[in-house]
């Protein structure tokens, strides 16, 4: 799974858009587990288009879930130096039932809650919300607005979050501003942070690279500088697989002086687009297949996949939040709204006995005559 989910990543930045200050921060993993377990609910080509968009063609959905039950629990870390929490949750509207396959497996497999809502209730999307800031240790809020979508199904969620304690502390006595240079040719004064260490280090014609270490080094932040000829569009179009592994195994230990900018930074984006092109086009479409999802015949098919983002770079470490919402919808659900019936055509009547339900007396009336 690790190569398929890297490489989503990086076909994603180029799919998507940056926010207005032009940044972008996503999580790979987040949304890689948050089709996963749609995986569970899908057949025909619908299931072969998310297997081809994960870049696991062709693969079971047992061995999907058990890759994933194993990727999960060894990214779970809780030290004193390290926290790394991954969550999933899905939400059903009451008025349908999942399919116990579906159910089973994303709960044994991703440790899902399940949770069936009134998606009319206001308070529903609150529950859901509270949902996300618990998995994210208040770093994201909120996911859905209120009211819910009125023709919404089910609304899948998964959350990681991570905070970890740099290996060497950047000290912040010797943070201070200096000029950053923009795209566009301008500068602005932002705080850089200071470290002298030995590190894992790589240089070559494109760029310098730089893996800062978290607690004991069983995770690590890897920088990447373009040189100053080199515009970041051009890195990121080198931004493939291949290279990534090439560059992966070319670190080694140099002492030498990282200055790195104090930031902070929110980020959403609807994926819909980016996911259609890279090739799940069929699942955003009323024809989509998710026949294995509800027990229900109503189609129904993917109407969002958002992720939001948060990310803190600071001189003790790094917090990082990411959520993945994938929403399902149906035709437009009946309202209860106060009929009209004018019997003014012929009709039929039938007088039954209410606890026996036998019908007593019936007919068909076309010519009601009043009476004498």
């Known amino acids: 799974m690790i190569a398929p989910n890297n490489e989503i990543g990086f076909e994603l930045l180029k799919e998507i858009e940056p926010d207005e200050d032009g940044n972008l921060f996503i999580s790979p993993t987040s949304l890689f587990m948050a089709l996963s377990m749609i995986y569970n609910g899908?057949?025909?080509?619908?299931k072969e288009e998310i297997a081809q968009?994960?870049?696991?063609?062709?693969?079971?959905?047992?061995?999907?879930?058990k890759a994933n039950a194993s990727l999960m629990n060894r990214l779970q870390k809780d030290?004193?130096?390290?926290?790394?929490?991954?969550?999933?949750?899905?939400?059903?509207?009451?008025?349908?039932?999942?399919?116990?396959?579906?159910?089973?497996?994303?709960?044994?497999?991703?440790?899902?809650?399940?949770?069936?809502?009134?998606?009319?209730?206001?308070?529903?999307?609150d529950k859901i919300n509270k949902w996300v800031a618990n998995a994210t240790n208040d770093k994201i809020t909120e996911m859905v607005t209120s009211p819910l979508n009125p023709n919404m199904v089910t609304y899948l969620l998964n959350a990681v979050y991570f905070k970890g304690d740099w290996t060497y502390a950047f000290e912040e006595e010797i943070t201070k501003n200096e000029p950053?240079?923009?795209d566009d040719g301008t500068t602005k004064e932002v705080p850089l942070m200071s470290l002298t260490e030995e590190l894992g280090y790589m240089e070559n014609d494109m760029f310098q690279a730089v893996e800062l270490p978290y607690g004991d080094g069983e995770m690590n932040m890897k920088v990447f500088l373009p040189k100053a000829h080199i515009d970041i569009k051009a890195f990121q179009n080198e931004l493939t697989i291949e290279n990534w592994k090439m560059w992966h195994e070319s670190f080694e230990e140099k002492k030498g002086t990282v200055q790195l900018p104090r930031f902070q930074l929110?980020?959403?984006?609807?994926?819909?687009d980016a996911l259609r092109q890279l090739g799940m086009a069929s699942a955003f479409e009323e024809d989509a297949d998710f026949s294995k999802m509800i027990q229900e015949?109503?189609?129904?098919?993917?109407?969002?996949?958002?992720?939001?983002?948060?990310?803190?770079?600071?001189?003790?470490?790094?917090e990082a939040a990411a959520v993945t919402g994938i929403e399902f919808e149906t035709t437009a659900m009946p309202l209860n709204?106060?009929?009209?019936?004018?019997?003014?055509?012929?009709?039929?009547?039938?007088?039954?006995?209410?606890?026996?339900?036998?019908?007593?007396?019936?007919?068909?009336?076309?010519?009601p005559q009043e009476g004498k």
């Open 79 to 125: 030290s004193d130096s390290i926290q790394l929490d991954i969550a999933n949750s899905i939400w059903l509207n009451k008025e349908f039932h999942f399919q116990e396959a579906f159910s089973a497996n994303n709960q044994n497999y991703f440790n899902a809650e399940i949770e069936e809502i009134d998606i009319g209730d206001a308070a529903s999307a």
């Open 180 to 182: 950053f240079y923009l």
């Open 337 to 367: 709204e106060p009929f009209t019936m004018k019997v003014n055509r012929p009709f039929f009547i039938a007088i039954t006995d209410t606890e026996t339900e036998a019908i007593i007396f019936m007919g068909i009336i076309t010519n």
């Open 266 to 272: 929110d980020y959403e984006v609807l994926l819909n």
């Open 297 to 318: 015949n109503n189609p129904i098919w993917i109407s969002m996949v958002k992720q939001k983002t948060f990310l803190d770079v600071n001189e003790k470490g790094t």
């Open 42 to 46: 899908a057949e025909g080509s619908t």
């Open 53 to 65: 968009t994960l870049k696991l063609d062709g693969i079971e959905t047992e061995a999907l879930n």
